[in-house]
């Protein structure tokens, strides 16, 4: 009688039980595992009589809930269910990467090879003293871990994960060879003259894949088991919500994409009120528990199959790797006649595998047109606009050319004024206008000349070697000749000191210092004729020029170099600039449904973009700079052409910021308050255009802002956007939830990755969403080109907020 292999039996069956809910969940369940369902009433029985009571989240299991909802009010049948894709890929990946890392080991120890043999011994060894769990918690405790999209986060998290278990699976491979070794054919092929490598490609290989195949899934087991274990002291994958004291249930994290890891998080508190959320504690561990007995019964089931001498796993192995063998294929090339029908049946089924993976299979909604886009970039960056520099001549061109434009496209727009200028009323100034501090201003000459301690002499020139950030203007006239000569050194020198006038100091700082405005001079009253040099760390965009106390000059390349050997002489000459003689100005275009006004236009669309810049030596301005302006006016033509005749539901606001594209410029919320009013005018979701880059720079980043209220399926227009450029091809990397940390040393500035006006918009939004490069740190340089231009990138990112509006579904647009 035939043994019967239940491990096998009951494993395969609960193993494509999970695999039919990964690969189909819309067939399990049709809620959304993301939504926040309200507090409601449910009926409770009391004393043998059946009552309505309102409930808050979690709310026990019912006919609507069938398992419950989780704290935040979220389905956890569906979150479970939809988690299945997600955590299972995450327990593969973990199995697969410990098999590509411990095969080739094992195998080579399993030879008698003394060093692999050590290699195990001591993994093994090390991880029996240092668990997994403690190492492996204390990496993804790191900060990084936290705001990684949920496709980046699995593959590290597996990755991670592998290199610190494989070699547990590489022993049992090494003591599955060593067994092989000892077998009379393993002679045999040496003696008729067979290599190593033949050997271990000919007879090793396809004896240890039963091996390997079955340890796979028992590796996945483990692997998912090991995630439980994460996920009970805090550590999951994807992204993170963080939930402050503006929630109902203040102080606490949670998952966005639903996977099963994030489910436990609370599962010591949870098991303290066992009685009155059993639900929240059941269910997520009776999942998991299923899932790692499914995958260890089938990796054990699949072992005693293989086991069996009448299994005919092995020689399929063989025949496999021989049809798939590339030397095989090329034998079959040079003698095409002979074997045509298998080298052309392998040569369209890799093409249809190649063209599946690389070829996009994207069709376009809206009608984008990246040249369009360019004809604009173009236009903005010539010289006439003078580098669109806020409450400049050319400043205020390049905002009647937006206007002309979007009104073109039949958008409404309004105005909001920035002034700099005012009559000045202090006496004791000879100047007659007095600037509102870090006015924008147009900077046209200036040249430092350095003679180094070995008097060595170079003349560097604006913009080229460095940028003037700060120029006071409380007792210069515009266009005076200044000159300031000193000695250049760094002021934490011992023979440094404040009270010699003839000495500038030289500072360092982090970007994020910079933006926040702290003051590098070490404790001058008045620093009005000092110079400062300002090295900000990793920075090398050019900056435009504003207003202040004192003169502060970025230094690049070899000036920096210079400064930072040792001290120095300088002299400093610039040509004092103009008073702006416009106002700056943030420019309003909306595109208002029927039966809404400007004065009250509902729930709103909010596309936001800066369209100030800096200007450059030759009068233009930075093509990397403009690359997000060019992309929002090619967006607004592109969805009002695709517009019906009933129109958008919901209103549209392109809104074009001054005095934000430059990043070390000081932003001074002037449209704080207008955005407070649109807020309470309806509520709003807010996508900011951040640039595409040049080329080199392929990756698109999303940065992603929740509010406390999920209005119109939020999360939902967040997933559209990813899996949208999952289809169009173009990689990019999703992050959650960024503020400004607490220090400014922290390595990667939060200015790098978030403009400060997304900052400010996240607080009132339902939704706010950066799109691109937040950081353009070529910005100025050599290669700030249009020959450099990413187009891709930029058709990319259009295509894409295109569409999201053109189809409707998003941001609830089509919805009245």
Excluded at 199 to 227: D, M, Y
Excluded at 566 to 587: F, L, N, Q, S
Aim: with cysteine.
């Amino acid at each position: 009688m035939k043994k019967i292999n239940y491990p096998l039996m009951i494993g395969g069956v609960l193993f494509l039980f999970f695999m039919a809910a990964a690969m189909f969940p819309a067939l399990f369940t049709d809620k959304d595992p993301m939504f926040e369902e309200p507090p409601r009433t449910m009926e409770v029985v009391v004393e043998g009589e059946v009552k309505d009571e309102f409930t808050m989240h979690p709310i026990w299991p019912s006919d609507h809930n069938l398992m419950g909802t989780d704290v935040a009010g979220r389905d956890i049948y569906a979150r479970l269910v939809y988690g299945t894709g997600n955590t299972l890929r995450l327990g593969f990946y973990i199995a697969f990467f410990r098999i590509l890392l411990g095969m080739p080991i094992g195998i080579l120890a399993g030879m008698g090879k003394k060093f692999f043999q050590k290699l195990i011994l001591f993994f093994n060894t090390y991880f029996s003293a240092v668990p997994i769990l403690i190492l492996s918690f204390l990496i993804f405790r790191m900060n990084f871990f936290r705001n990684l999209q949920i496709d980046r986060s699995i593959l590290l998290y597996s990755l991670i994960l592998a290199v610190l278990g494989w070699s547990r699976v590489a022993g049992i491979l090494a003591d599955t060879v060593k067994r092989i070794m000892e077998e009379d054919f393993i002679e045999g092929q040496i003696a008729i003259g067979k290599t190593w490598p033949q050997i271990i490609r000919q007879n090793l290989f396809p004896h240890v894949v039963p091996t390997a195949l079955s340890s796979f899934f028992k590796e996945a087991g483990q692997g998912i088991f090991l995630i439980a274990q994460l996920a009970v002291l805090g550590i999951f994958v994807g992204t993170i919500r963080e939930v402050k004291t503006l929630a109902f249930r203040a102080s606490y994290e949670m998952s966005i994409e639903p996977e099963w890891g994030s489910m436990l998080l609370k599962l010591t508190s949870q098991l303290e009120r066992f009685e009155d959320n059993w639900w929240l504690v059941v269910f997520p561990v009776l999942t998991f528990t299923l899932a790692v007995m499914a995958l260890n019964l089938l990796g054990e089931g699949l072992r005693l199959e293989f086991s069996k001498r009448d299994s005919r796993f092995v020689s399929h192995v063989r025949q496999a790797y021989f049809v798939l063998s590339p030397r095989v294929f090329l034998m079959e090339l040079r003698h095409l006649r002979r074997h045509w029908k298998p080298v052309l049946l392998k040569t369209v089924s890799v093409s249809v595998l190649l063209a599946l993976l690389l070829v996009p299979s994207y069709s376009p909604l809206g009608d984008f047109s990246v040249d369009r886009a360019r004809e604009h970039l173009i236009e903005l960056i010539n010289e006439k606009y003078e580098g669109r520099v806020s409450g400049s001549e050319g400043g205020y061109a390049a905002g009647e050319y937006i206007i002309s434009t979007m009104e073109s496209y039949g958008f409404e727009t309004r105005e909001f004024p920035i002034q700099y200028a005012y009559p000045n009323m202090n006496p004791d100034r000879e100047v007659d206008v007095a600037l509102a501090h870090r006015t924008p201003l147009i900077m046209k000459e200036a040249k430092i000349t350095l003679t180094d301690a070995e008097g060595n002499v170079g003349k560097y020139n604006l913009y080229d070697d460095f940028s003037v950030l700060e120029v006071p203007m409380d007792y210069d006239r515009p266009g005076e000749k200044v000159v300031r000569e000193g000695r250049a050194m760094e002021w934490e020198r011992e023979d440094y000191s404040m009270e010699d006038r003839s000495l500038f100091p030289v500072s360092y700082a982090g970007l994020d210092e910079v933006i926040r405005g702290m003051d590098h001079l070490p404790g001058f009253m008045d620093p009005t004729d000092i110079a400062e040099f300002l090295i900000v760390d990793g920075h090398e965009a050019r900056s435009g020029t504003y207003s202040s106390y004192k003169l502060t000059i970025i230094p690049y390349g070899e000036l920096q170099e210079k400064l930072m050997a040792g001290p120095c002489d300088v002299a400093i000459e610039y040509t004092v600039p103009e008073i702006p003689p416009k106002e700056g100005r943030i420019i309003e275009s909306w595109l208002i449904p029927e039966g809404r006004t400007l004065e009250d236009p509902g729930q709103s669309l909010i596309i936001g973009v800066p369209y100030d810049g800096i200007r450059l030596s030759n009068g233009t301005s930075s093509v990397e700079g403009t690359t997000a302006l060019a992309t929002a006016l090619e967006i607004a033509r592109a969805i009002t052409e695709e517009e019906e005749e009933e129109g958008y539901k919901k209103s549209i606001l392109f809104l074009f910021l001054d005095r934000e594209s430059d990043l070390l410029g000081e932003n001074r919320n002037d449209y704080y308050l207008r955005h407070a009013e649109v807020s309470a005018g309806g509520g709003y979701m807010y996508l900011e255009l951040l640039g595409s880059g040049l080329k080199g720079d392929k990756e698109v980043d999303l940065l992603a802002y929740f509010g406390q209220l999920n209005k119109e399926d939020s999360f939902r227009s967040l997933l559209r956007m990813e899996s949208t450029l999952k289809e169009m091809k173009v990689p990019y990397t999703r992050y959650q939830s960024l503020l400004p940390p607490d220090d400014w040393r922290e390595s990667t500035p939060i200015y790098k990755t978030v403009s400060r006006q997304l900052l400010n918009f996240r607080t009132n939004a339902h939704l706010a969403v950066g799109i691109g490069k937040a950081y353009h740190n070529q910005k100025g340089t050599e290669k700030d080109t249009l020959s450099n231009l990413n187009l891709k990138k930029m058709e990319s990112i259009g295509q894409m907020v295109t569409d999201l509006i053109v189809s409707r579904e998003n941001f609830g647009l089509g919805e009245p």
